[in-house]
Every structure is written in structure tokens, then in C-alpha cells.
Nanobody, 124 residues
Framework: QVQLVESGGGLVQAGGSLRLSCAAS????????MGWFRQAPGKEREFVAA????????YYADSVEGRFTISRDNGKNTVYLQMNNLKPEDTAVYYC?????????????????WGQGTQVTVSS
């Protein structure tokens, strides 16, 4: 198994940027596909971005494509989410997720491991 810890959340004005980090335990990080999800109050958890084990393939929700970038550093056991041009509707708790095998990268059910979440608040 793998344990995930998110960090980097905070309060930022619209148009600003934040970089989230997700640190994973263990020496098998490179064997996991990674994803970012978010959940706003009263909303369902939704897909944000995903990256395959190799880092060669990335996927984004339409709402963040062109603004967010997912990346990973397997040497540091860390996945990142660079968020630029943030909007108030990006406000949510952001969760890091991992799984060894992925059928649907955008489905919460595809991931077995989850972090505790980090709050991102974007003011207008």
C-alpha cells in the first residue's frame, strides 16, 4: 500500500497561482498511477487531473485544461498540481489519489488510495 499526504493549499486571489504537492510513502511510487480530485461544499468529488506511472500521459478535466498542470517526480515520490489563473469556482478540498491499475482515470472508483485533502480557496 501507499500513504499520501497533500500540501500547498491556501487562500489566493482570482488569477493567482498555487502548487499542490502530494508526497507518497514507500519505494514503489513509480508503479502507481496518480490523480487529483476536488470536492466543494455540497458537491460530489470530481476529477481534476491524472498522470500515468511513466509520466508520459496526462489527462485533465475540461474545466481546468490549459490552467492546471500535473507532473510527477518519481525520485522524490511526489506528484504536483500546478494551478494557474485560479477562479473562485476552483475553491474546494483537493485530494491526491493513487492506484496500481487504472481503467478509467477520471473515476473515483479507479483509485484505491487517497490523501487527507488540502483546502484551496480562491477569492473574487
Amino acid at each position: 500500500q501507499v500513504q499520501l499526504v497533500e500540501s500547498g493549499g491556501g487562500l489566493v486571489q482570482a488569477g493567482g497561482s498555487l502548487r499542490l504537492s502530494c508526497a507518497a510513502s514507500g519505494r514503489t511510487f513509480s508503479s502507481f498511477h496518480m490523480g487529483w480530485f476536488r470536492q466543494a461544499p455540497g458537491k460530489e468529488r470530481e476529477f481534476v487531473a491524472a498522470i500515468r506511472r511513466s509520466g508520459l500521459s496526462t489527462y485533465y478535466a475540461d474545466s481546468v485544461e490549459g490552467r492546471f498542470t500535473i507532473s510527477r517526480d518519481n525520485g522524490k515520490n511526489t506528484v504536483y498540481l500546478q494551478m494557474n489563473n485560479l477562479k473562485p469556482e476552483d475553491t474546494a478540498v483537493y485530494y491526491c489519489a493513487a492506484d496500481r491499475t487504472i481503467g478509467s482515470y477520471s473515476s473515483t472508483s479507479s483509485y484505491d488510495y487517497w490523501g487527507q485533502g488540502t483546502q484551496v480557496t480562491v477569492s473574487s
